[in-house]
């Protein structure tokens, strides 16, 4: 059967309606899409809510043992109808083909602060490198070169690699068996299938990224439903044409859903607030639908007051407020942060980057060769200093990357601290940091004090750290 689209679906919902229910799906792509479209297939196959409940088995693909979920597979059931064995995270269709998409993707996932997300994928990547233990992350960022190319199929990546572990710190550890035994198994698996499972038994497998050249995805692609729902994330016309496509997709039934309209010239700022996260979308959607109460459309106005700045713009102002010394200021964005949902981890996160970027550049100005000269304007900055500097280093750092203005507001910042202060307050947010995974204190209690003990006059802070010595 041809591989299905996210648009070509409804030929496969008639087909269930009248009777006719394959006994394996593959679901890979898009994480949220493929999320949806297996609810979907669940609800049609088991239209029955009661029967839903008792009959559909949801398997977390990081937690499984698959030898395990295989024999329930190929076990008649005792209690009636069709049985849903519904496996998210598979990794059967793993292998080094997908370690560069996964490296990528929980690279992205970290720089959006998204560290579930970004600690799940991270751990998928140190499977595939076949290591485990408690300095994994350690052992992979050391290898060598060939050794990395060798266990994970794509050249090692010359970035700083500190992100990895903090994302993997923040995501709890995994279980089941290593992807390195999906070649086996998926062997078991095709012997199962061509044997046949009992009649009313029902794979669903969702996998976000999937080896298309393996052999049991092959086997799939001629022998059950396969539906790709992937998109095309990159920043070229064509991906944001696919990326906006998909997004007003889902805006739209939310609307429909709701019994509501949007005003067209609302549509296109929406999409630039929430970028390309299904999930935002539709939660931002849901929550305009609510905002506007029995009004049947959304406006302009009403997204203005519902949809203000995104996480990152708020963040960076959180962050922005900390570097200028704002107590007031870094309190209040910090309660709208987390009135907004974001979780106190990501907001240590931010600052703990944001306070290296001025260490970094403490220590740039501590320089002789060329020398710095605070207070200065842009210009001189720019054109003098700026360029000097650049000039003088083979590499110029990438925490520094971005527009020279946005490097000089850096500069200006770093200047309102010693090398000390911004030693003292990295030490501070990781103590913050061990506080909220474990000490049970209240979240909020353990940000402001963070807050308190960083942005203390700096004589203050002199006594704390003799203090803590």
């Given at each position: 059967m041809p591989t299905l689209k996210r648009h070509e679906l409804a030929a496969l919902w008639q087909a269930i309606a009248a009777g006719d229910a394959p006994p394996v799906f593959l679901l890979h792509g898009e994480r949220y899409l493929c999320r949806e479209v297996a609810?979907?297939?669940?609800?049609?196959?088991?239209?029955?809510?009661?029967q839903r409940a008792g009959?559909?088995?949801?398997?977390?693909?990081?937690?499984?043992?698959?030898?395990?979920?295989?024999?329930?597979?190929?076990?008649?059931?005792?209690?009636?109808?069709?049985?849903?064995?519904?496996?998210?995270?598979?990794?059967l269709f793993y292998s080094k083909e997908v370690a560069k998409t996964l490296w990528e993707k929980a690279k992205q996932a970290h720089e959006k602060k998204e560290l579930k997300?970004?600690?799940?994928?991270?751990?998928?990547?140190?499977?595939?490198?076949?290591?485990?233990?408690?300095?994994?992350?350690?052992?992979?960022?050391?290898?060598?070169?060939?050794?990395?190319?060798?266990?994970?199929?794509?050249?090692?990546?010359?970035?700083?690699m500190e992100w990895f572990v903090e994302a993997l710190a923040a995501a709890p550890p995994a279980a089941g068996n290593k992807t390195a035994k999906a070649a086996d198994i998926a062997d078991l698996y095709m012997e199962a299938f061509e044997k046949g499972l009992p009649p009313n038994n029902i794979l669903i497998l969702i996998a976000e990224a999937a080896d298309k050249r393996t052999r049991l995805y092959?086997?799939?692609?001629?022998?059950?439903?396969?539906?790709?729902?992937?998109?095309?994330?990159?920043?070229?016309?064509?991906?944001?044409?696919?990326q906006d496509a998909l997004l007003e997709d889902l805006?739209?039934?939310?609307?429909?859903?709701?019994?509501?309209?949007?005003?067209?010239?609302?549509?296109?700022?929406?999409?630039?607030?929430?970028?390309?996260?299904?999930?935002?979308?539709?939660?931002?959607?849901?929550?305009?639908?609510?905002?506007?109460?029995?009004?049947?459309?959304?406006?302009?106005?009403?997204?203005?007051?519902?949809?203000?700045?995104t996480r990152e713009e708020a963040l960076f102002a959180f962050t922005e407020a900390v570097a200028t010394r704002n107590l007031d200021g870094a309190l209040a964005l910090m309660s709208r942060l987390r009135e907004n949902q974001i979780h106190p981890l990501v907001i240590v996160s931010g600052l703990r980057n944001h306070l290296r970027k001025l260490l970094l550049i403490r220590a740039l100005e501590a320089q002789n060769d060329p020398p710095y000269h605070p207070g200065g304007d842009f210009?001189?900055?720019?054109?003098?200093?700026?360029?000097?500097?650049?000039?003088?280093?083979?590499?110029?750092?990438?925490?520094?990357a971005g527009h020279p203005f946005v490097v000089y507001k850096l500069f200006q910042q770093a200047e309102r601290f010693s090398v000390a202060a911004l030693k003292a307050a990295l030490a501070e947010i990781l103590a913050a940091e061990y506080r909220l995974k474990g000490s049970g204190l209240?979240?909020?209690?353990?940000?402001?004090?963070?807050?308190?003990?960083?942005?203390?006059?700096?004589?203050?802070?002199?006594?704390?750290?003799?203090?803590?010595?």
């Open positions: 609810e979907e297939l669940c609800r049609r196959l088991l239209p029955e809510e009661p009959n559909l088995h949801g398997i977390d693909g990081d937690q499984e043992d698959p030898v395990a979920t295989l024999h329930r597979l190929r076990t008649f059931s005792m209690l009636p109808g069709r049985q849903l064995f519904r496996i998210m995270d598979t990794r997300k970004a600690g799940r994928l991270a751990g998928q990547v140190l499977d595939l490198a076949g290591l485990d233990g408690e300095d994994a992350a350690g052992e992979l960022i050391g290898l060598s070169a060939s050794r990395w190319r060798t266990l994970l199929g794509f050249a090692k990546p010359e970035e700083k092959k086997y799939l692609d001629k022998n059950a439903t396969v539906i790709d729902l992937s998109v095309d994330t990159g920043a070229s016309t064509a991906a944001r044409k696919d805006i739209r039934k939310t609307l429909a859903g709701m019994g509501k309209k949007i005003d067209p010239r609302a549509l296109p700022l929406l999409l630039d607030r929430v970028g390309f996260h299904p999930v935002a979308a539709v939660m931002e959607t849901e929550k305009l639908c609510l905002s506007v109460g029995d009004a049947p459309n959304i406006t302009i106005d009403d997204l203005e007051a519902m949809i203000g700045r210009n001189s900055f720019q054109r003098g200093y700026l360029a000097q500097l650049k000039a003088a280093r083979p590499e110029w750092p990438k925490m520094l209240p979240e909020e209690a353990v940000l402001e004090n963070m807050l308190f003990r960083i942005l203390q006059p700096p004589r203050q802070q002199q006594v704390a750290a003799r203090s803590r010595q």
